[in-house]
């Protein structure tokens, strides 16, 4: 599709009028110059002449709105949402949850908080789990909340647990554990030294 090229009494003319608005200058171009121009066209022919007319399409500074001190049409929904309603999907205290991982986690207190059930088991019987530990299960059956299925382990311990004993029978989980505390005490001395 060739391109059509605008004379120089077009571009004269576009240098007089470009102020007006995109709509109304394209039909007065239409008009004088017996063309049928989109508004798009005409809005890159001014563009391209480099004229600019000054308007951003944005309020200024200071612009009053045209409703402003008007009260509303209509007094607001003060019926919908009271105090003390609760949506139909709400999770009562106690409810389980079964996570993508498969870990169980109950919620123990509102509006959305839910801790991990072996973790709070281990926790009734040994008291309030240290900061930087962990609870995993000895067979690796995450489903299995006996006591003794449930092992303490600090985030440095499961991570040589998983790296070098991933398959450990449920029986060496304690003795692969200490082994693991063993390389952490070995590797802390090296950094020492």
């Known amino acids: 599709m060739a391109q059509f090229k605008y004379t120089d009494k077009m571009k004269n003319w576009m240098r007089i009028y470009y102020g007006l608005p ?55 929904n003060s019926g919908s949402f009271k105090s003390g309603s609760s949506p139909h999907n709400m999770c009562p205290i106690g409810t389980e949850r079964i996570s993508k991982d498969g870990y169980v986690y109950i919620k123990v207190d509102r509006p959305n908080i839910w801790r991990l059930k072996h973790r709070m088991i281990w926790e009734e019987h040994h008291g309030k789990l240290p900061a930087g530990a962990i609870v995993i299960f000895k067979d690796g059956n995450q489903k299995n909340y006996q006591i003794d299925n449930l092992l303490m382990v600090t985030r440095r311990e499961n991570v040589i647990l998983n790296k070098f004993y991933p398959n450990t029978p449920a029986e060496y989980k304690q003795t692969t554990t200490y082994l693991a505390r063993i390389m952490i005490a070995i590797n802390n001395k090296e950094r020492v030294i």
């Open 22 to 76: 995109v709509q109304e200058l394209t039909a007065k171009f239409n008009e004088h110059f017996s063309v049928n121009y989109s508004s798009k066209s005409i809005h890159g022919f001014r563009r391209r002449l480099g004229l600019r007319t000054g308007r951003t399409g944005q309020y200024p500074k200071g612009h009053i709105s045209h409703n402003a001190g008007t009260k509303g049409l209509m007094k607001r």
